[in-house]
């Protein structure tokens, strides 16, 4: 039985004695009586002594039970002014009438008659058990309840201990103890000199837990985030980054997003006093609008005004990212996507905020279809973890087919996670970009929020640090 | 995007289908089923497809979706023999018109709301909040052609919907809830749009109010009506969508002389379309030219198979969202199903790759993860409070300030990442010590974009030391050649502040942060901080 060595000492001690109150086992091992009852517990604990908890109650007067065992309790000194029978005025004008009259009734020592008062003799002559307890205090005696109810009185308990050691105690200190002090740290001289193969090793308990390590931690949100970037480096996909500040041209007319749309309104972008230039080929965006161009198609119609595409906003989404990206790399194959924070002017609450990730990818290649769409995000939600993914039509002004996919999570049945779609001609044909090309949005703190289980957005952007401390660690 | 609330009696009675089916394909066909109630279902529409905003229209497009009722809608018109004058001075305030006769109206209540309900999600859709188009539908019988569109004095007095007195039209804008509501559309103009009959009596004050007279209530049987606007075709697509929609009602429509032009004419429009660009946009393999004319007649389409390749389409009048063939293919792709369509990988061989910004950005994580701090991806909307006032700094006048802020928090764009981090100190003060955390992410000084990183640890022993240890380490890892100066930041303590440089140029501050910053963010304990500038530490393109 592995035993520390104050355990050891304990047993040593008590191996000569029948048995030892806390007091005494304490001046023997020249300890503290908290430390030698606490080592008597552990060594209690392995069947090697019994400890017996003893209460010793003592009774003592309070201040007012010691002034009344000198002069007598209240009703009993009132008591002894009553000659014959007298009228209850006389009887509550001494100072002490006002605990004494309600004893005297109480202990029934008192006849009253339409307003005079005479002694019980029959009863008022026997002195009471409280009487007795006052004169002769003792924790058990007859009256003592009633002196602690009445506050004159209180009992005091004090515990002491009685250790006994058991047959098996007896044995294991008879065959000998090793009370040398244990060793906690190895020092370098031991472990080289080979001395540490005869110290007693302190043991440690495995039930006690440790104090947890945090260390340094990757935040939640962003372990989520750099699990899509690997998905996509591994699907082939090139990462783009851009300005948090966008001019209107690129956030809504390069995406064919007329300029009365209601998106581009004040309640639901973030808009800046600043303005940028337009870029080279600008003409050719305002004529699609205005008629089509020479895109085959309609144009929205009315006025397109250079001077509101200048504007700035902060990016309502990536795909102004998107388009540049392309602008820049008109020729096939690309495959590219960019995870980055946009701005919507929404008031916070749990499920909305003003800014949020979104990721934004990008597949332009000869041949590609609306199929090879599809195709990708089954493969793509499918990684994720979402099993089962349907496809419902959708609208941007920007792509044609549009879609909406949506991916099936219990209890919350059909969660709309993106739009997407292939890039109209009108959008595709100012930065000579001759293929088809196949472009998604996806709101990827509603990915975040369904794998951790979060109620609140918030939680990502104002994290508690106690969530970030505790959450587990991605599998790379 | 609007939401249409359909009287399910109405709508099946329309459609000819029950209510499951209807709800179970909405969907499919590019609508979000918001609430199914007993005696109603409310649809969200996309703002593409203003014609499906009324029980008419989307009973039009289900029947022809499950195959109820396909192919073109056949639209006749007849002449009303009524004519309008637009008046010239409208030119500069709200030129265009246009106008329909309505006869035969046998409208119940479901009706009426179905109308009135069509009408307010065009003047939000297509009129962009009456500015662009607005609506105004009368009762024909209690007015007498020719009539009126003209400019008119502010002062002309007329009785306004739901009012028994007249008013002054500057009045109506003044105190009556929908002239409050659409005012700044007309304020500023010296004369005010009105719509009046022969004898003068008002119809309507464009894009404000209809006069009371011309009510429309389950007795009328005869419609006139107005549409006005400031760009002419959106103008003719709430006339036709509206038109249509009274004829799935049972109703005629008869044709109106604005200045000459005879309109409606609801006649579709023509396009030739490619079965091949077809097939190859959606991925539809199998596509033949009569079974893309098939699909497309589901969609409400009329065809003509011209060959193998070649299908002429002829578009209904209330289908404003084609633009171009493409639309049309993706109608096919609806029609077929999306979920039929093969689906497979893009065949495009390509090489992944990080950007720059965002490797730097993971080996600024890792490094810190190492150095044992916690990372927080804060916000990047901020307030001058937060970021320079409570920080005991001056306000960067780089700063770039969103026009019109949602709240007081959330005022500019981050110039600075440590003043997130104070704050999430702040909001976990009552969490364990010692917190060490640290952001990396872009911030944006005038129009750029750059990467910075900021970190803090509090807890009763931070100090100098340990934050200099700190960066001495992260910059060692990075790679940064850095030198230290004294610094004089005001947000750290005089004489614990050290400004970090490299190549001549300052890129970073670290030190003990000041107690009167500590202090503004409710902060009890010793603070070590710094932050540094990213921009010079990205690998090229």
Known sequence: MDLTVNEKRVLATLAGKTSCTDAELAELLESPAESAV????????????????????????????????????????????????????????????????????????????????????????????????????????????????????VIEEAVSWNIKITPEGKALADAGLDLREEVGTLTRDQILSGEWKNLPLRRYSVDKLPKRIYGGRFHPNQQILDEIRDLLFEMGFTEFHGSIVQNAFWNFDALYQPQDHPAREMQDTFHLREELPLPEGWEQVRDIHMNGGNTGSTGWGGDWNPEISKKCVLRTHSTSLSIQHLAKNPNPPLKAFSISRVYRRETIDPTHLPEFEQLEGIVMDEGLTFGHLLGFFKEFFGRMGFEEVRFRPGYFPYTEPSVEPEVWVDGLGWVELGGAGIFRKE????????????????GVSRVSMLRMGLKDLRQLYKSDIDWIRNSPARRV | MPIVKLNNEYLTRLTRVDIQTIRDNLPMMGSEVEREEEEQTDVQYFPNRPDLYSAEGTARALRGYLGVE????????????????????????????????????????????????????????????????????????????????????????????????????????????????????????????????????????????NGELTRVTEDTHNILLDVTGIEPRAVMVAVNILCTAFVEMGADVETVEVDGVVMPSLAPTERVVSVDACRKLTGIFELTAPMMAELLEKMRF?????????????????????????????????????????????????????????KLYSTVRNVMVGLQFIENTPFTLTSETVSYAMMNREENKKALHVLHPIS?????????????????LSINRSRELPQKIFACGDVVEDMETYPKMAAASIHAGADFSE?????????????????????????????????????????????????????????????CAFELDLRGFVDAE
């Open chain 1, 38 to 153: 606490q080592w008597s517990h552990l060594c209690a604990d392995r069947g090697l002594v019994v400890v017996e908890k003893q209460v010793e109650k003592t009774a003592k007067l309070t201040e007012e039970g010691e002034k009344y065992a000198a002069e007598g309790l209240p009703e009993r000194q009132v008591l002894n002014t009553i000659e014959g029978t007298i009228p209850m005025k006389e009887l509550t004008a001494h100072p002490l009438s006002r605990i004494a009259i309600g004893w005297l009734r109480k202990k029934n020592w008192i006849v009253m008659d339409k307003g005079m008062v005479s002694v019980n003799h029959e009863v008022a002559d026997v002195i009471g058990d409280d009487e007795k307890a006052l004169k002769e205090l003792s924790a058990d005696a007859a009256g003592t309840a009633d002196l602690v109810k009445r506050g004159l009185a």
């Open chain 1, 427 to 442: 959008v595709t044909e100012p930065w000579g970009i001759k293929c088809p090309v196949l472009a998604w949005g996806l």
């Open chain 2, 70 to 209: 396909t192919g073109l809608p056949k639209y006749s018109v007849k002449p009303s023999g009524i004519t309008f004058t637009v008046d010239e001075n409208l030119k500069d305030i709200r030129p265009y018109l246009g106008s329909a006769v309505i006869r035969n109206v046998h409208m119940d209540n479901a009706m009426i709301e179905s109308i009135m309900g069509l009408q307010e999600s065009l003047h939000w859709a297509v009129g962009r909040g009456r500015k662009k188009v607005a609506i105004g539908i009368h009762d024909l019988d209690k007015i007498e052609g020719p009539f009126y569109y003209k400019a008119a004095e502010k002062s002309l007095e007329f009785v306004p919907l739901d009012y028994d007195v007249p008013m002054s039209m500057e009045q109506i804008l003044d105190e009556h809830p929908k002239g409050k509501a659409y005012a700044k559309i007309v304020r500023d103009f010296p004369l005010y749009p009105l719509i009046s009959d022969a004898k003068g009596n008002v119809c309507s004050f464009p894009p404000i109010i």
């Open chain 2, 302 to 358: 009329g065809c003509e198979v011209i060959d193998e390749d070649a299908v002429r389409v002829f578009v209904p009048c209330y289908r404003s969202d084609i633009m171009h063939d493409c639309d049309i293919y993706e109608d096919v792709a609806i029609a077929y199903g999306y979920d039929k369509i093969p689906a497979t990988l893009p065949p495009s061989f390509t090489v992944g790759k990080p950007h720059p910004v965002q």
């Open chain 2, 408 to 424: 007081e928090d959330q005022t500019i764009i981050r110039t600075d990442i440590l003043p997130m981090l104070m704050e999430s």
């Open chain 2, 467 to 527: 934050v200099y240890a700190v960066v001495d380490s992260f910059c060692q890892m990075i790679s940064i050649p850095y030198e230290v100066k004294e610094g004089d930041d005001p947000a750290f303590i005089p004489g614990r502040c050290g400004a970090v440089f490299c190549c001549g140029k300052q890129i970073g501050v670290f030190g003990e942060i000041s107690p009167v910053v500590l202090t503004a963010f409710g902060l009890e304990q010793p603070t």
